[in-house]
């Protein structure tokens, strides 16, 4: 049976980036919590309403709020996953174990990576708002300004919380969560680390060796 993929990482860490790989070049199903309260706050749905303000400020959403999205979204009968964003505390891992994957096998992936560097990637970080693919001004800039490579669209935005002062708030909240997370998995034998600072297609292989 194949191993759904667990990705844990600081915001700007890479994930998003080796998840979207993963989707093109292995089949695998996304699954971003970030992604899917943000569709919430577009849809301005009640939840969306009720979310918004915790989001703009970088604190987590209510773990019971976030569990029955995932939920609703996830289907393992049909998929192979990569669970992006999600946990993000011990509660959150165990629910994960107990409630969504009900002993199918999966492996957690940890982006370790300098925080300090994070600040610059995340203020330079755009997406695409037609087809959802991330850019980095510095490092990964669209080949034609303001132009998505992908879908050619032309609305390549930041996104509400990668503002300076929220991303800080956002990174100091991962730092104290992270800890028993990686301990939960590192226990069970279930941790991979990658080093994040690594090119795209060398943590792309490092991950997709092993599974
Ligand atoms: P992300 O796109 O993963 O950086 O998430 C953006 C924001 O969505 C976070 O700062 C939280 O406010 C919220 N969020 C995403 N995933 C979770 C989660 N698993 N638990 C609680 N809040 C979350």
Redesign the pocket.
Known sequence: MKSHLIFIGA?GSG??TQASKFVTEKGLKHI????L??AEIAKQSALGKE?KS??D???????DL?IRL?QANVDLQKSQYIF??????IA?AQTLDKEVLKGAPSTAVYFEMDMGKLVSRLTNRRTCKTCGAIYNLISKAPKITGVCDVCGGTNLVQ?A?DQEDVIKN?LQ?FQDTVSPVLKYYQDQGRLMRVDAEKAVDDIFGQIASKV
């Open positions: 915001p994930k998003g971003s919590t970030g992604d309260l943000r979310v915790v989001m400020s970088g604190a987590l959403v209510s773990d976030v995932l992006d964003g999600y946990p993000r505390n959150q996104r919380d956002r909240v």
